[in-house]
């Protein structure tokens, strides 16, 4: 069956928001609980399009390279991200540490001035995915992320993907799924833990094989198959008609 039967359906949702509340890190609060951070950081960086307040990954390394936190140097050489670097067509604003951290001439002339240069831990959600999707935009894939239930509610991409301390070897990403997703949906593990369950927690299929934690266009982040119907017939092909798992589905 589904993680959750639709009678249930009630008894969830309330279930939903007091673990939600309860356990759930609060992004939604949490990105408002600095605003005036907030509008520095952004107001620092409204206008990103002057070349020559750029100055180029290999300066950052002269500095970042030996510092205690030179991990974030280290790291972001062996990540999928370094490509960036190598980019020979684009302006130095789609260049290395400088395309997520903003240009960084001031930062540098003034020594390492902390103030003058974009920080992640002061951003608000939008503010983080925003500057992901400048590159990140442009497929169905992740294209959606901006009017995604995530990002209403206050999920920014680096709640689930770290550029610099990644755990998992591929897509960048902080915990593996399942494990990614039950801290924030306590419910849902709960569901899963049910006698009669698809194998999720055993490896077998994905979260993710059914919804797009980037959004969709169809309620609760459902993905379609390729021919746009539901995700269930993406496996359930012989199932292909008014049977059951529409029922399910959309009752
Ligand atoms: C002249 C040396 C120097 C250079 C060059 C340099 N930085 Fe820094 N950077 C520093 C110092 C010093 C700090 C402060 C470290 C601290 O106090 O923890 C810092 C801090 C930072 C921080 C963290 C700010 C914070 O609030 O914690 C970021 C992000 C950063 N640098 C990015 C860059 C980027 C991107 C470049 C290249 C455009 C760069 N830095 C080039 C010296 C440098
Ligand atoms: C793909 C985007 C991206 C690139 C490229 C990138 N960073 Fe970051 N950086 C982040 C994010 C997101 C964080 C905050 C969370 C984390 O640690 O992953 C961060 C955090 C940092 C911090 C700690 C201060 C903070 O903002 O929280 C430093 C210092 C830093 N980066 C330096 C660099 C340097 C130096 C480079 C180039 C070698 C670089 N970054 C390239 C995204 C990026
Ligand atoms: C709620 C968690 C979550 C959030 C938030 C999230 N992602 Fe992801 N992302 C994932 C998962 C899970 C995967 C792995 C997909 C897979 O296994 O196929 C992934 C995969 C990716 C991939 C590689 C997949 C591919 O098809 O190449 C990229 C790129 C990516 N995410 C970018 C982003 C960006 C940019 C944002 C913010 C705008 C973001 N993600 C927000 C969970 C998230
Ligand atoms: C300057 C453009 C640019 C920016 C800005 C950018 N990315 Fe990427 N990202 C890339 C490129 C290029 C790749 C490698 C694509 C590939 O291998 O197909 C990539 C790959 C990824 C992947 C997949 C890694 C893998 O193992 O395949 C994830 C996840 C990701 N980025 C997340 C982010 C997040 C989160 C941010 C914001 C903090 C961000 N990106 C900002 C260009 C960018
Ligand atoms: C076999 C497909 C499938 C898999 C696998 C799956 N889901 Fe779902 N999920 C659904 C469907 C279908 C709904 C909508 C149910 C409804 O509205 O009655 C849903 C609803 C949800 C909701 C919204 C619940 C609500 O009360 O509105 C959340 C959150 C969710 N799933 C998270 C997850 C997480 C986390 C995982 C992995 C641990 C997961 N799902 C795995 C199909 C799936
Ligand atoms: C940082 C916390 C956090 C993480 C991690 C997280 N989510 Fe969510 N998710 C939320 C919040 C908050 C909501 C909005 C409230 C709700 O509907 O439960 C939400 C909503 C959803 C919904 C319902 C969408 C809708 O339109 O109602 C689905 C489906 C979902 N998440 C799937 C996932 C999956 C799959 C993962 C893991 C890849 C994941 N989430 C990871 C916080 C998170
Ligand atoms: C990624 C592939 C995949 C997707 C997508 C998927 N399923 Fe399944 N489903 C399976 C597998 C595999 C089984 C067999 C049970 C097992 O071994 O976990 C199964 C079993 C079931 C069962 C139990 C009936 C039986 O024959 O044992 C139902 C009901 C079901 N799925 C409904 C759905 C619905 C509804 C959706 C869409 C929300 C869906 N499935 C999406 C793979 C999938």
Redesign the pocket.
Known sequence: MLHRPVTCSIILVVLSFVSLAGNAKSPASESQEDNSKTAANTQKHASDSDESSYVG?EV??TC?ED?P?KD??KN??A?P?FV?TLDTKKGPEWH??????GPGKEHVDGGGDKSK??????ATPQQ?SA??LRCHQYTDEHGNYDRSTHLANGVA??DC?????AKESQFLMKVKSPELCYPCHMDVRAQFARPFHHRVNEGLIQCNDCHNPHGSFRPKQLRTNAAGDAVCFKCHSEKLGPYEYQRLLFA
């Open positions: 990954t950052c390394k970042h510092m936190s974030f140097f972001y050489e990540s991200h960036t290395g540490c400088e395309s997520c951290h240069i974009f920080t992640f831990k002061d983080t500057r992901c991409c680096i993907h770290s550029p610099h301390h």
